[in-house]
Every structure is written in structure tokens, then in C-alpha cells.
């Protein structure tokens, strides 16, 4: 059974960082792409950062990139997303997900994903 849970948000000033924990497991992560997504209050859920397990090749949202890093702990399990210079552009609730549907050609952030965390709520405030 695969299962992801999502950890590390919470409340954060503007200019802050974080660091979003997603444990998984009933997966391989070298068989799977995993992704960050974000769902900002009032918009649709869109795709912030993944990482395809088949290659390690990672990819952002152009709103995220150079400020935001995806990474996995394979020995632990776990995708990490650590993002600074955060703004209140940036609050939403933030889900992991998993896919091993790989479309050849297409950057992982517009795949299907299958499976699902519950997600974790950032709120960028002061």
C-alpha cells in the first residue's frame, strides 16, 4: 500500500525558509516521480517541484526556481522541498505525490500523479 505523509509546515514570516519532509512508503522511489504541489487559497493545486526517481532529473515551478530545492534520502524514504525567501505568494497547503507513469519528453511536473498525501498547510505571514 502506498502511502505518503507530509510534515514541516506551519506558520512563517516572509523572507523565512522551511523544509517539507514527505516520508513514503509501498514504493520504490527509483521506480517513481515524486512532486510537490501546491494549492494556494482560492486556486487550483498546481505542481511546485518533483523529482523523477528513474534519472534523479528535477524540475520547479518558474515561481520557485532558485529559491527552492527538491531532494530525496533514499536510505530514509523521504522527499524533502526546502524553500526560502518565502513570500505570501507562497501559502497554500502543500501536498506530496507519486506517480510511476512516466511520459517520455514531459518534465515530471505535468504528469498524472497517482498517489497522494493529505497535505500540509504553509502560511506566509507576518
Known amino acids: 500500500q502506498v502511502q505518503l505523509v507530509e510534515s514541516g509546515g506551519g506558520l512563517v514570516q516572509p523572507g523565512g525558509s522551511l523544509r517539507l519532509s514527505c516520508p513514503f512508503s509501498?514504493?520504490?522511489?527509483?521506480?517513481?516521480?515524486i512532486g510537490w504541489f501546491r494549492q494556494a487559497p482560492g486556486k487550483a493545486r498546481e505542481g511546485s517541484s518533483c523529482v523523477d526517481g528513474t534519472d534523479g532529473s528535477t524540475y520547479y515551478l518558474d515561481s520557485v526556481k532558485g529559491r527552492s530545492t527538491i531532494s530525496r534520502d533514499n536510505a530514509k524514504n523521504t522527499v524533502y522541498l526546502q524553500i526560502h525567501s518565502l513570500t505570501p505568494a507562497d501559502t497554500g497547503v502543500y501536498s506530496c505525490?507519486?506517480?510511476?507513469?512516466?511520459?517520455?519528453?514531459?518534465?515530471?511536473?505535468?504528469?498524472?500523479?497517482?498517489?497522494w498525501g493529505q497535505g500540509t498547510q504553509v502560511t506566509v505571514d507576518s
Open positions: 505525490a507519486a506517480t510511476d507513469v512516466h511520459v517520455p519528453g514531459l518534465g515530471c511536473l505535468k504528469w498524472g500523479y497517482d498517489y
Open positions: 509501498g514504493f520504490t522511489s527509483d521506480a517513481y516521480a
